[in-house]
């Protein structure tokens, strides 16, 4: 293998989250006053931490959001993960196979732990993550797209940045991992390619993804 550690996102490569989260998010935006779209809220959130969501509205509008925002909005994001939230497709057979090969992988997620647990918990990835594996925006004093993540993460793994290799589906995060002298495989399953700019290889098949990390080892 080409690469010493596979950094994965969360929401959207490995859980499927990102349409359950964007759509609870616009409809609180909007119950409270900032009416946001679907598709504006994949826009302008999609992979990044709460902190952007307060900054870009008080930004737009000269207005603070609520002091619990966060807390009602995990709450509604939370149940419904434990309602509805499946893996992505392809998931745990990545995981299976960069295990058989004995290749380290961890999670760095823009999501609080909290969040990483029960989506982990709900699709049966638990097991596939014990805490050393699991990395949150919440442990750096900076998110996505900066760097601080996926540089904590290579750190705390003991590999160096050049040696890694980030699985992402967001701008923000390709962002981020270029910007950690990392190479980034971008998920194209739900955004386009052309956001993805800078991505070293775009894809769009999880299943397949380990193949294209061995085929990479040999380039």
């Known amino acids: 293998m080409r690469y010493e550690l596979v950094v994965f996102d969360n929401d959207g490569v490995l859980v499927d989250s990102e349409p359950i989260s964007n759509r609870l998010l616009a409809a609180y935006l909007t119950e409270i006053g900032h009416p946001t ?5 994949l826009r302008d959130y999609m992979g990044s931490a709460m902190h ?9 509008t000269g207005r603070r959001l609520p002091e619990d925002f966060d807390d009602v909005f995990h709450e509604r994001v939370f149940a419904a993960f434990r309602r509805d939230l499946e893996p992505v497709p392809g998931a745990v057979e990545v995981l299976e196979k960069l295990s ?11 999501g609080s732990h909290e969040r990483i647990r ?4 709900k699709t049966g990835l638990d097991p596939w993550f014990d805490d050393g594996r699991i990395f949150s925006s919440e442990d750096v004093g900076r998110g996505k797209p900066a760097p601080d993540l996926f540089l904590h993460a290579a750190e705390r793994m003991g590999v160096a940045p050049e040696k890694c290799v980030v699985v992402e589906d967001s701008a923000l995060g390709v962002q981020a991992a270029v910007a950690a002298g990392m190479d980034v495989y971008g998920f194209t399953r739900m955004t386009p390619a052309a956001k993805l700019v800078g991505a070293t290889r775009l894809f769009d098949d999880m299943g397949e993804l380990a193949d294209l990390l061995r085929t990479a080892a040999g380039s």
């Open 100 to 110: 058989a090969d004995g290749v380290p992988y961890c999670v760095a997620s823009s």
């Open 37 to 41: 779209s679907y598709d504006e809220s």
């Open 118 to 121: 029960v989506g982990h918990r």
């Open 52 to 60: 952007r969501v307060h900054d870009l509205v008080r930004e737009r």
